[in-house]
């Protein structure tokens, strides 16, 4: 079965510090996946998504950029946090365009 | 205005009530989905449906593609029901409703 990590859990990070979040997917090869981001109050935002190692498909321009290393891994990051970037922030993975989504437990960040 | 509007924003009942939850989408899609996001954060797929009706447990989706309108329905509905309930809709890439908070009390 497919199983999908991301850590750390809770992160709380100074403005300006930079940041890192991980995701991966285990029992699958090739996935697509996807970033989000929900703010406080708000709904789910689309920020990167990737359909193969080194793609990446952005879809805000933001502080923050996205990286594929290896297939099954996907991170998320930027140079210096701004206020605005608090938020809670999924990854998700799915068989392909078209296919059901499966969302990974959230990572949520406060920048203080 | 949103492409995915939900309705209402935040709803409360009664152990044992029928829920109903709208959304509707301004444009075309594919597929729309339902979500459900737990307190803590995480978020489980409920339904995928292009046409008609789905059915898990006491939950039924539904969805009428000419009148872009789809419906989440709970019945019996229990406490641990309470969670935010998001409509998603496949239009290209997913496009996402606000949520609805349910929170049913014992």
């Known amino acids: 079965s497919q199983t999908i990590h991301q850590w750390p859990a809770t992160l709380v990070q100074p403005v300006g510090s930079p940041l890192s979040l991980e995701c991966t997917v285990e029992g699958t090869s090739n996935p697509n996946l996807y970033w989000y981001r929900q703010a406080a109050g708000r709904g789910l935002q689309l920020l990167f998504y990737s359909v193969g190692i080194g793609q990446i498909s952005s879809e805000v321009p933001q502080n923050l950029s996205a990286s594929r290393p290896q297939d099954r891994q996907f991170i998320l990051s930027s140079k210096k946090l701004l206020l605005s970037d608090s938020g809670f922030y999924l990854c998700a993975w799915s068989w392909g365009q078209g296919y059901e989504q499966y969302f990974g437990p959230g990572t949520r960040l406060t920048v203080t | 205005k949103n492409e995915v509007e939900q309705s209402p924003q935040n709803l409360t009942a009664q152990e044992g009530e029928f829920i109903t939850i709208n959304c509707s989408y301004s444009?075309?899609?594919?597929?729309l989905h339902w979500l459900q996001q737990h307190p803590g954060g995480g978020i489980v797929s409920l339904f995928m449906?292009?046409?008609g009706k789905k059915k898990h447990g006491r939950l039924i989706a539904t969805i009428n593609i000419q009148e872009k309108h789809s419906s989440l329905h709970i019945t019996a509905s229990h406490p641990r029901d309470s969670a935010v309930y998001i409509c998603?809709?496949?239009?290209?890439?997913?496009?996402f409703g606000a949520g609805t908070r349910l929170t049913v009390k014992p």
């Open positions: 444009v075309g899609i594919s597929a």
């Open positions: 998603a809709v496949r239009s290209g890439d997913m496009r």
């Open positions: 449906l292009s046409s």
